[in-house]
């Protein structure tokens, strides 16, 4: 079949901008439902963590929460190595088929465990097990879809449509949200802690069973075709170290980024029930019209990227990153006013957009189509395993202590270490590895 060029890179075949946008949205639907069962657990967490564990205040409830969340980020680095590596040998398609299948099973594991009252410790054991998977899952999801909607992508297009890596992932949390704003308008508090939190599990096992099937009707990449002929070095660790600045540098510029996300996403959510005292539904509605918006800037921020580079994009997240993390958290914090926290939310996930919007594709363009998904996987997962899940624990126990402020300033400082990463960093798609 004859094929066509577009702008610098790779060729793809003709009428092949209709191929890719249905690619990038099969890709995308079921990156969409990995994530809302991924952030269901945090979204329900102010629920059900008084069924998983012993009656005690919302406080050490919550941070045991958060520790099994931190859990389940432990096992992101084994998943982006198994199903990174599984995706450079048998290609990105099986890969995500995979991941999916985990994800569901977790879900239903946390759907159907019973609570601590009828169990005892079974229920957060077998909640931490359910988490485990889901770790593996997405740690393999992230660094498989992320390569695939990079290598699928047009070559002067690639910042727009790696960009919907986060606006899947931010909307799969909206999603998670919107469940629990219904629940809230048709249960009571005590229905939703007694049983309302177990029906957004259902739905996300539901729905990966749906994206399993999906999933399978996807085209492999070019790329991956391509270079999977005659390869014996596709996917392994030996063949990823021959690559160690690449990996570090993946290792720097996801530092900052990855604890400032979950600052400004997952654990805004608990800090102004538990911090700023603003009731927990109109919480609910901050984070859903402020991840709106987030989403929204995704794919623009990711086009500016193709026309203005990547690296002035991580700048001025790293710059804005350092500079007003503190002043905004110490603001959100003593206000009671929604529109005030919305504002103060929305300021963190505009400065943050400079990160989420092209990390993707900045990973993708350092690594060669053999190891790609694993050198886009292994290191960040490991980074986000140690700095990015453990932030809301971290955040938590720090407030515990009545040390709250320190937890700003740490983050400010990992956005600072990014930045200086960032200043020395070659622009990516000035010589990118995807053009070959």
Not at 23 to 40: C, K
Not at 121 to 141: C, D, F, K, T
Not at 261 to 286: C, E, H, P, R
Request: proline share 3%; with cysteine; glycine share 12%.
């Amino acid at each position: 079949m004859s094929t066509e060029v577009h702008g610098r890179g790779e060729a793809v075949r003709p009428g092949g901008e209709r191929r890719v946008v249905a690619n990038v949205l099969r890709g995308s639907i079921g990156n969409l439902i990995e994530w809302y069962d991924w952030y269901a657990y945090t979204a329900f967490s102010v629920y059900f963590a008084g069924a998983f564990f012993p009656k005690g205040d919302l406080t050490a409830q919550l941070l045991n929460t958060a520790g099994v969340f931190a859990i389940g980020f432990l096992m992101r680095p084994l998943g982006g190595w198994l199903l990174g590596r599984y995706a450079d040998r048998f290609g990105r398609r099986a890969a995500l088929t995979l991941s999916v299948t985990l994800m569901a099973c977790g879900s239903l594991v946390i759907a159907l465990t019973p609570g601590f009252q009828t169990i005892g410790l079974g229920a957060p054991v077998l909640l931490v097990l359910a988490r485990l998977v889901q770790g593996i899952s997405v740690g393999g999801e992230y660094s498989t879809s992320a390569t695939y909607l990079s290598e699928v992508a047009s070559a002067n297009k690639r910042g727009f449509y790696s960009s919907f890596q986060y606006v899947t992932l931010v909307a799969g949390q909206l999603t998670a949200l919107g469940v629990q704003i219904v629940l809230l308008q048709v249960l009571s508090g005590d229905e939703m802690s007694e049983w309302g939190w177990r029906i957004p599990f259902v739905i996300g096992a539901i729905g990966a069973l749906i994206v399993m099937w999906l999933r399978r009707s996807m085209d492999e990449t070019d790329s991956y075709k391509k270079a999977s002929s005659g390869s014996d070095a596709r996917g392994t660790v030996r063949a990823l170290l021959q690559h160690p600045r690449e990996c570090l540098l993946v290792v720097g510029l996801t530092l900052g980024g990855t604890v400032a996300f979950y600052t400004y996403t997952t654990y805004l959510q608990k800090f102004m029930v538990n911090t700023s005292g603003i009731d927990k539904s109109t919480v609910a509605w901050i984070n859903f019209l402020a991840l709106l918006v987030f989403l929204c800037l995704q794919p623009l921020a990711g086009a500016l990227s193709d026309r203005v580079g990547r690296r002035w994009l991580l700048l001025g997240f790293g710059v804005c990153g350092t500079v007003l993390t503190v002043p905004l958290m110490t603001l959100l914090g003593s206000t009671t006013n929604p529109v005030a926290a919305f504002a103060l939310m929305l300021a963190g996930l505009v400065i943050v957009t400079g990160y989420t919007s092209i990390n993707a594709i900045v990973k993708a363009e350092l690594f060669p189509t053999n190891i790609r998904a694993l050198g886009v996987g292994l290191p960040y997962a490991l980074t986000v395993a140690i700095f990015g899940g453990t932030s809301e624990y971290v955040a938590l126990w720090l407030k515990q202590a009545d040390l709250e402020p320190v937890f700003f300033w740490y983050v400010s400082g990992c956005v600072l270490i990014s930045l200086l990463v960032y200043l020395r960093m070659r622009e990516t798609s000035k010589d990118s590895r995807l053009q070959g």
